[in-house]
């Protein structure tokens, strides 16, 4: 089954404004004070900021823990307790109170002194519901694979399961950001859903991005963020596809304006891409079946090596139009359209609008019919 994302891996990055300030010097620190009942044989709890471990507390006689670090800009951390992990909010001048119980549900905690923290509590049980699903989808896979089903068949029904748990879960994401559209809160929550689900909510991320600018202009991590969406944004559903020139196997040039007039699958793959070679067989039978009906594909490899792009080209048994100027990453159609993974495809339609992007499986076949069809 398809690797499932873990949400620590979302990047997370505000400025709180609601610090208790104790002394001068506190106004230089920030003070996490932290207190555990029932903490059992925990002795130690870990602070991240992203993926990495900054810093590490041990639990007193009392089964308390406090960290005490700087951040000029306040930054969110995550505080992991065990198997437990909190969304926090903390930056110089912050002085807050945690406390949880390891005998309730990870959503029984309180947070005092930062006023963000607070809101994003909701925010962390959503994230919460959610690795859970994955757990649970991940360990009844690995079940049902030691009692002999078909691999094939549980990959379905499961991945079926998996999109409409991430559905479910980036609406309410979703539903929490537009609720905390004026705070930093609806920011990281937006993060957030561009984690879970970039694609479906690209136009959502894009309107937020432009307005979060002007609204937070002294944070940089929305400008960040408001700078990677602009980015983005001539390469969204929506938009005109940038055209570009690249070369033939036969070294002929070809440019994506000569398929004006048609359905166009630009489809970004590799010779050595798995994923990309297991979608090749949906596109080719996708290929056949509206080939007459106004549709094409064009092929562009991130391949470095003729020999192997060519090999794969024959065995998978590509028959439309393939390009690729042989320079993996560094591909200058790769660049245009902010290529970061493959595989990755836009559907574009006869005028040269994006009209869809990403769509394997049977999704591809859908958007076919539905456009086809009209």
């Avoid at 109170?97 to 549900?105: A, E, P, Y």
């Avoid at 919460?128 to 896979?141: D, F, I």
Wanted: charged letters at 25%.
């Amino acid at each position: 089954m398809k690797n499932i994302m873990t949400m620590r891996n979302i990047v997370f990055g505000f400025i709180a404004f609601f610090g208790v300030i104790t002394s001068c010097a506190d106004k230089d620190i920030f003070i996490l004070n932290g207190e555990i009942g029932n903490a059992g044989d925990l002795k130690k709890v870990l602070l991240y900021e992203g993926d990495a471990v900054v810093d590490s507390a041990f639990l007193n006689e009392d089964d308390k823990f406090r960290f005490k670090r700087t951040a000029v800009e306040a930054k969110p951390y995550t505080l992991v307790i065990g198997s437990r992990s909190y969304m926090l909010v903390l930056g110089n001048g912050d002085r807050v109170d945690f406390k949880t119980d390891l005998d309730q549900s990870s959503d029984s905690y309180t947070v005092s002194g930062s006023e963000i923290s607070s809101r994003l509590q909701r925010l962390s049980s959503i994230r919460g519901e959610y690795q859970k699903a994955q757990n649970e989808l991940q360990s009844e896979y690995e079940t049902r694979l030691n009692n002999n089903e078909s691999q094939a068949d549980v990959q379905k029904e499961l991945i079926a399961r998996n999109e409409r748990v991430l559905a479910e879960t980036s609406k309410r994401t979703l539903e929490f950001a537009n609720e905390n559209r004026d705070n930093l809160a609806g920011f990281y929550a937006m993060l957030s859903l561009f984690s879970l689900d970039p694609i479906t909510y690209e136009n959502e991320l894009i309107e937020y991005a432009d307005e979060a600018r002007t609204r937070f202009s002294n944070n940089s991590s929305v400008q960040f963020f408001a700078n990677h969406m602009a980015e983005l944004k001539p390469v969204s559903v929506g938009q005109k596809a940038p055209d570009f020139e690249s070369l033939s196997p036969k070294g002929q040039p070809v440019r994506l304006s000569d398929f004006k007039g048609k359905y166009v699958l630009l489809d970004f793959w590799a010779s050595w891409c798995g994923p990309c070679r297991e979608e090749n067989p949906n596109i080719v039978k996708q290929y056949h079946a509206f080939k007459d009906k106004g549709f094409t594909v064009l092929g562009v490899s991130l391949d470095d090596n003729q020999a192997a792009w060519l090999k794969a080209i024959k065995d998978d048994k590509l028959d439309w139009t393939q390009v690729s100027e042989l320079k993996r990453w560094d591909s200058e159609a790769g660049l245009l359209y902010k290529i970061t993974a493959i595989p990755a495809s836009f559907l574009i339609d006869p005028d040269g609008i994006i009209v869809g992007k990403n769509l394997r499986g049977e999704a591809l076949q859908v958007a076919l019919e539905k456009y086809l069809s009209e």
